[in-house]
């Protein structure tokens, strides 16, 4: 009966947050104690020892580091002038957006830090080059989050932190190696998002003329600040990549090793942000107060209430019920359809993973699947429906149109031209993967 009041809190807490505006981590804090507290008899001193601290700990950190290049005008050079690169290939134009999207991404820039500085000059891009805006927005949006899927980047890290939470409910588990596993996420999310640009590209006669009449104006040389902030975030992804990369090509150095085990990501970029101040690369009060603490309070809210559903064996229970009612060869497309409906309202980071992720290695353990290839079909399936425009990055899209008519065109093809291709071609897409690995 307790499993089914959570797996209801779970629901209600995304539809309150939906309906009424209210960050939906709040609500999961408030089950999480009446729930936890009344109805599991969990102290209140475990019930907060169950807000994650270290994950909410990476995010604050990594975006701190990264909010000097939003602040300073880094990042809107940086996609300046790789779109200025792309001039002498337009009828590839698409592909180009989605090159800069993933760049950005991957150099740490927010999902929604880059459609915010992508969307307005896509949709103007669109105009000039007489492109579809369905496919520009496709594009730049499948290029902010596969470029976030990198294990350092935005989203990798908030990823990498569930998983590694997902195996600390049952420490007789094996846990995946987090890092290795969002690298193959991101090489994953890579090529899905080039075979959907592919199709919105070459599958819509709005494209036939594209590239005709466009003009890129040249970008304004880096300013001193930029050219060191940039320079810092290349250094920086450097420490945090070379030991991990080097334990996995020789796991049998112990130097190594013991150097990987002690280069964490989120104290990296707090001693980078450090080196950033003391530079005066950004105002102090403009980095802090660009941190995502509607993310924080969304991941760690839902966070605590889904520990509530471990500790009462709601998880284990709705894992068992899967492994025994769903086909094996089924399990991959169930995650990538299931993560793609609840990302269609709600957010991949704040509700679809940390819900899903904590099922999991019990799950793997008992149907012998990769649990690596069902972290990234839910990762996949939820980031297929994340341009939905009641998603994040939908109504960021949207919300770059000047026109009221344009707007609402724009809202119909994202809902249902958008939406299906991309849902389709991902459940499709972990099928394959599912059966190569």
């Given at each position: 009966?307790?499993?089914?009041?959570?797996?209801?809190?779970?629901?209600?807490?995304?539809?309150?947050?939906?309906?009424?505006?209210?960050?939906?981590?709040?609500?999961?804090?408030?089950?999480?104690?009446?729930?936890?507290?009344?109805?599991?008899?969990?102290?209140?001193?475990?019930?907060?020892?169950?807000?994650?601290?270290?994950?909410?700990?990476?995010?604050?950190?990594?975006?701190?580091?990264?909010?000097?290049?939003?602040?300073?005008?880094?990042?809107?050079?940086?996609?300046?002038?790789?779109?200025?690169?792309?001039?002498?290939?337009?009828?590839?134009?698409?592909?180009?957006?989605?090159?800069v999207?993933?760049?950005?991404?991957?150099?740490?820039?927010?999902?929604f830090?880059?459609?915010?500085?992508?969307?307005p000059?896509?949709?103007?891009?669109?105009?000039?080059a007489?492109?579809?805006?369905?496919?520009?927005?496709?594009?730049?949006?499948?290029?902010?989050?596969?470029?976030?899927?990198?294990?350092?980047?935005?989203?990798?890290?908030?990823?990498?932190?569930?998983?590694?939470?997902?195996?600390?409910?049952?420490?007789?588990?094996?846990?995946?190696?987090?890092?290795?596993?969002?690298?193959?996420?991101?090489?994953?999310?890579?090529?899905?998002?080039?075979?959907?640009?592919?199709?919105?590209?070459?599958?819509?006669?709005?494209?036939?003329?594209?590239?005709?009449?466009?003009?890129?104006?040249?970008?304004?040389?880096?300013?001193?600040?930029?050219?060191?902030?940039?320079?810092?975030?290349?250094?920086?992804?450097?420490?945090?990549?070379?030991?991990?990369?080097?334990?996995?090509?020789?796991?049998g150095?112990?130097?190594?090793?013991a150097?990987?085990?002690?280069?964490?990501?989120?104290?990296?970029?707090?001693?980078?942000?450090?080196?950033?101040?003391?530079?005066?690369l950004?105002?102090?009060?403009?980095?802090i107060?660009?941190?995502p603490?509607?993310?924080?309070?969304?991941?760690?809210?839902?966070?605590?209430?889904?520990?509530?559903?471990?500790?009462?064996?709601?998880i284990?229970?709705?894992?068992?019920?899967?492994?025994?009612?769903?086909?094996?060869?089924?399990?991959?497309?169930?995650?990538?359809?299931?993560?793609?409906?609840?990302?269609?309202?709600?957010?991949?980071?704040?509700?679809?993973?940390?819900?899903?992720?904590?099922?999991?290695?019990?799950?793997?353990?008992?149907?012998?699947?990769?649990?690596?290839?069902?972290?990234?079909?839910?990762?996949?399936?939820?980031?297929?429906?994340?341009?939905?425009?009641?998603?994040?990055?939908?109504?960021?899209?949207?919300?770059?149109?000047?026109?009221?008519?344009?707007?609402?065109?724009?809202?119909?093809?994202?809902?249902?031209?958008?939406?299906?291709?991309?849902?389709?071609?991902?459940?499709?897409?972990?099928?394959?993967?599912?059966?190569?690995?």
């Amino acid at each position: 009966m307790i499993s089914v009041i959570l797996v209801a809190a779970i629901a209600l807490a995304v539809v309150l947050g939906y309906k009424t505006g209210i960050n939906t981590g709040f609500f999961c804090i408030a089950f999480a104690f009446l729930i936890g507290c009344f109805g599991l008899g969990i102290t209140t001193k475990s019930l907060i020892s169950f807000w994650p601290t270290s994950t909410m700990f990476v995010i604050l950190s990594v975006s701190l580091f990264y909010n000097f290049a939003a602040v300073n005008g880094t990042l809107e050079k940086m996609s300046s002038a790789l779109l200025y690169a792309c001039r002498s290939f337009p009828g590839l134009l698409p592909f180009a957006l989605f090159f800069v999207a993933v760049v950005l991404s991957v150099m740490g820039a927010a999902y929604f830090t880059v459609l915010a500085f992508l969307a307005p000059i896509t949709l103007v891009i669109c105009d000039e080059a007489k492109m579809d805006k369905l496919t520009g927005a496709v594009a730049i949006n499948c290029g902010a989050l596969a470029g976030g899927n990198f294990p350092t980047a935005a989203l990798g890290v908030v990823f990498r932190g569930l998983m590694d939470t997902a195996y600390e409910a049952d420490p007789s588990l094996t846990p995946v190696d987090s890092f290795s596993s969002e690298l193959k996420i991101f090489g994953f999310a890579i090529v899905f998002s080039i075979i959907v640009i592919a199709i919105f590209r070459y599958g819509f006669k709005e494209n036939r003329n594209i590239g005709k009449g466009i003009t890129f104006k040249k970008p304004e040389p880096f300013t001193e600040k930029q050219k060191t902030t940039l320079t810092l975030m290349l250094v920086m992804m450097a420490v945090v990549l070379v030991f991990p990369l080097l334990n996995m090509i020789l796991p049998g150095n112990s130097l190594i090793s013991a150097v990987s085990s002690k280069v964490d990501v989120g104290l990296v970029a707090i001693c980078f942000t450090v080196i950033a101040l003391l530079l005066d690369l950004a105002p102090q009060k403009e980095v802090i107060a660009k941190v995502p603490w509607n993310t924080i309070i969304m991941i760690a809210g839902a966070g605590m209430l889904i520990a509530v559903a471990v500790e009462a064996g709601t998880i284990e229970a709705l894992s068992s019920w899967i492994g025994s009612n769903v086909p094996v060869a089924l399990v991959p497309v169930a995650f990538s359809l299931v993560a793609a409906f609840m990302s269609f309202f709600s957010s991949t980071t704040g509700v679809v993973t940390p819900a899903l992720f904590p099922l999991i290695p019990a799950l793997a353990a008992s149907t012998g699947l990769d649990a690596a290839v069902l972290f990234a079909c839910t990762v996949l399936g939820a980031q297929s429906s994340a341009i939905s425009p009641f998603s994040s990055g939908g109504s960021l899209i949207l919300g770059s149109c000047g026109k009221e008519e344009e707007r609402n065109r724009l809202f119909n093809r994202l809902l249902f031209v958008a939406v299906p291709i991309s849902v389709v071609c991902s459940a499709v897409y972990n099928v394959v993967v599912a059966m190569i690995l």
